[in-house]
C-alpha cells in the first residue's frame, strides 16, 4: 500500500519561502506521479505542481508559475515543494498525492493521499 507523508507546513510572512518535503513509501516499480495539490478555506481541491518520477517532466499551476518549484529526491523517496515569495492566497491546506500512471493534475486522478500540512501566509 502506497503511503504518502507530507510535512514542512507553518506560519509565514508575505514574500518569505517554505519547502513542503512528502515521503512516499509503499510502492512497487512503475511510472509514478507525484502531486501538491491545496485546498482553500471554503475552497476546493487544487493541483499546484505535479512531477513524474521517473521521467522528471513538471506541470504547475499558473498561479504559482514562476514562485513554486516541484523537484524530487529519488534515493530518499521524497518529493518537495519550494514555495518562494508567498503571497496570502497561498494560504491552504496542502497535500501530496501519489499516482500510478503519467503526469495529471486533476486530484481526482490521484487514489493515494496524505493528511495534509498547513500553509498560513500573513500579511
Known amino acids: 500500500q502506497v503511503q504518502v507523508v507530507e510535512s514542512g507546513g507553518g506560519l509565514a510572512p508575505t514574500g518569505e519561502s517554505r519547502r513542503l518535503p512528502c515521503h512516499v513509501s509503499g510502492w512497487t516499480a512503475g511510472r509514478y506521479a507525484l502531486g501538491w495539490f491545496r485546498q482553500a478555506s471554503g475552497k476546493g481541491r487544487e493541483g499546484v505542481a505535479v512531477?513524474?518520477?521517473?521521467?522528471?517532466?513538471?506541470w504547475y499551476a499558473s498561479s504559482v508559475k514562476g514562485r513554486f518549484t516541484i523537484s524530487r529526491d529519488i534515493a530518499e523517496n521524497t518529493v518537495y515543494l519550494q514555495m518562494n515569495d508567498l503571497k496570502p492566497e497561498d494560504t491552504a491546506m496542502y497535500y501530496c498525492a501519489a499516482r500510478l500512471g503519467g503526469l495529471r493534475s486533476g486530484p481526482e486522478d490521484f487514489p493515494y493521499w496524505g493528511q495534509g500540512t498547513e500553509v498560513t501566509v500573513s500579511s
Open positions: 512531477v513524474h518520477w521517473t521521467g522528471g517532466t513538471t
